[in-house]
């Protein structure tokens, strides 16, 4: 968590951070500045000091809601370097990050981040680089920053804020099967009252209504795929499609706080009116890893044990994995799990290439998906809860929700 | 517009474009796939050649319904470059990106493009650009980038859909014009039927969930500024703040298609009940020049004259503006317009310094919004529409909508 980055920053020989670009759908900067309109900044942290946030002069009220040091960005004089710089902007942006390295005395190491447009941004740190022997920039790979692992553990705050998201999703989803049940059939699909066919597009938009109403956003979209699409775990469905019973449908709804901040990651299997068997069997399978690996997860542990464990168990059922085959696109192909907070995919990562280091720690919260896809069969089945690892090392899924895989209608 | 990229990259002596990240909320790989859920990629386009997205093997059904040629990256076996580049992820990217280079012979200047994390991205880059001596790396400004410049200009699909945004965005305003005029007064501020007081944040509630109503999306949030907030041109407005009678409110709204597509950019400054004479006085001096300068629009002139006779004739009226003092916090403190798109501030640019050489040309969308700002006497006003330079010069405002400064109560 924030209080940990010091020493995570003494652990990695990182100097100073410098996050660069806007506070919203930036996890990086909103992580120090917390959801406040500020859309363009950089933040520079010395190591044992408190943030700076620089800003624009338009955003100077929102930056000092935030309760950081902050700077004007116009008291370096943006035009007249522009100027000086003959109309060069990656020069005068580049003459201005200098100034403020010399101005807050930076040296040494500095790590990068922010989610902003890399080309400018990549001419400009090239030339700071160059040009400032005594700076070293560092770009860490996403999966072991300094602010990964920091985020990786919560505190109070941050679980109680994913936890209200929790609510508004599983209050959602139950919003969309009331929805759903609430049609009749024709034809083997969802028809209204009126006899007019419902789409997956109707169905997401009835979504993005649900979560707006109850101060959520949905920046990612939604997974609402059937049959075949279920079969590839990240095909988000076809708005054109109708809604057939008795086939699978995989629902993953992944929405985050208004304006870019704490998301809740979630994915239930349905099918309407009846379960085929072949579909029951797979769902079966993937339950039953469920709830065994869940049982099996304990604080201070390498996260790949579980992805590994996962693979032999399904192995053990006679499904393909990305274990024995990396490259299967039937079976299990993805991983058991991932962090989430101010991104939707965060660390801890639990991959199980050998390289992988991270441990499940308490103060974490992850989800918990295992899944199989058979595109071919026209099926895949994913379940997910978000849970988090308390302090004291016991789990609970932040937001409880019915695991049938049938709805009745 | 798309048909210019062969002949910009030749002007910028590109010979290849390399765009990164996701599909959604990245306009650099949304303008190439469309809105689909691809969520970690690159595109490479060679001058003169088509480009070629690079997906994953989860995402190979949404990669494929984009009609673009496409490349599964599991078929470069990132876990066995991993492997290889002994558990650095940086370098195993910096790997699969050699390997792709080497695979479509890619030499020369490559410009890089997208909007994602920048540290590992830098890293990977510097390292690739360290290795191959015959690739050079470019980050060119975003205000003259190959596609900031063939973006500038729309064809008529990208024109369909800023204008479906527009007609949502005006039913919205609309709304809310209708929702707190139906309030009731009382001590300066609006109350409900139930005497509950109305708040900003309620207001924004109701924004976003009206937008999702219709199918858009606000990924960077409402201007609902009062009083103080008003006169500082990014303030958000403060949610807590109750909404009061006879004070200047900027309502500045520019939402985009939901997933990350086109965007609108649309702001009206209301006084609800009565404006004092000093709120009247100000709106009627950024009326005037609202509707000067827009008469005075020229294609194929320099957008830079525009934001210099808007200055100049603020000044005649006694308004400081940035063209005398570029520090100013009062009066004119911001640029005339901006182009809208896939990100909502977009070239061309308006800046009135000398190296800004952006033309208004045929063909381009822009906003058109004078303001004056006052935060010592609680004052703000601006005034914005989206106009389309037709391809025949003349302009048309894309969603029309009274400009009453008084909202009747």
């Keep these: 968590m924030k209080s940990d980055i010091d020493h995570l920053m003494k652990d990695a020989n990182l100097d100073s951070l410098l996050v660069i670009g806007p506070a919203g ?9 917390g959801l406040v309109h500020v859309t363009r900044g950089y933040l520079l942290k010395k190591r044992d000091h408190s943030p700076v946030l620089f800003h624009r002069s338009m955003e100077r009220d929102e930056a000092a809601s935030t309760d950081l040091q902050i700077k004007n960005l116009d008291d370096y004089d943006p035009i007249k370097l522009l100027e000086e710089a003959g109309g060069d902007q990656i ?27 890399i080309g400018p941004h990549y001419a400009t740190l090239h030339l700071v680089g160059e040009t400032l022997p005594d700076v070293e920039l560092v770009g860490e790979a996403s999966s072991r920053s300094v602010l990964t692992r920091a985020r990786t553990t919560k505190d109070e705050d941050e679980i109680a804020r994913i936890r209200k998201m929790g609510e508004i999703t599983s209050t959602v989803v139950a919003d969309v099967a009331g929805f759903l049940t609430s049609h009749q059939v024709k034809d083997g699909v969802l028809v ?72 809740h990651d979630f994915t239930r299997t ?12 797979v769902y079966e399978d993937v339950l039953d890893v469920f709830e065994t690996v869940y049982k099996a997860l304990k604080p201070n542990t390498p996260c790949r044990d579980y992805q590994v464990m996962t693979c032999e168990m399904f192995e053990e059922k006679g499904h393909p994995t990305v274990l024995n085959n990396p490259k299967t696109k039937e079976g299990y192909v993805h991983s058991l799990a991932h962090g989430v907070g101010l991104a939707v995919h965060e660390g801890p990562y639990f991959s199980h290439v050998e390289s992988n280091k991270d441990q499940l720690l308490p ?21 997910e809860d978000t849970v988090w690892v308390h302090p004291d090392g016991t789990l609970e899924i932040l937001a409880e929700y019915p695991k049938d895989l049938v709805l009745k209608m």
């Excluded at 759908?25 to 500045?33: D, E, Q």
């Excluded at 349905?270 to 069997?281: I, M, R």
């Design 25 to 33: 759908h930036n996890p990086y900067m909103t992580y120090f500045t």
């Design 91 to 117: 020069q005068a942006d580049a003459m201005l990050l200098q100034r403020i390295f010399k101005e807050f005395d930076v040296r040494g190491r500095v790590g990068l981040y922010g989610k902003t447009e």
């Design 192 to 263: 209204d009252r009126q006899g007019e066919v419902l789409t997956v597009g109707e169905v997401k938009r009835r979504i993005n209504l649900w979560l707006a109403m109850r101060g959520a956003e949905n920046p990612e979209g939604t997974i609402f795929a059937i049959g075949r699409d279920a079969g590839v775990p990240h095909s988000a469905g076809t708005d054109d499609d109708l809604v057939p019973i008795g086939k699978p449908i995989v629902f993953d709804i992944y929405p985050c706080e208004a304006g870019g901040g704490y998301f």
């Design 270 to 281: 349905w099918c309407l009116g009846y379960a085929p068997d072949e579909v029951q069997e």
């Design 363 to 383: 103060g974490s919260v992850i989800t918990h998906e295992p899944g199989l896809y058979y595109p071919d069969r026209e099926l895949g089945v994913r379940i």
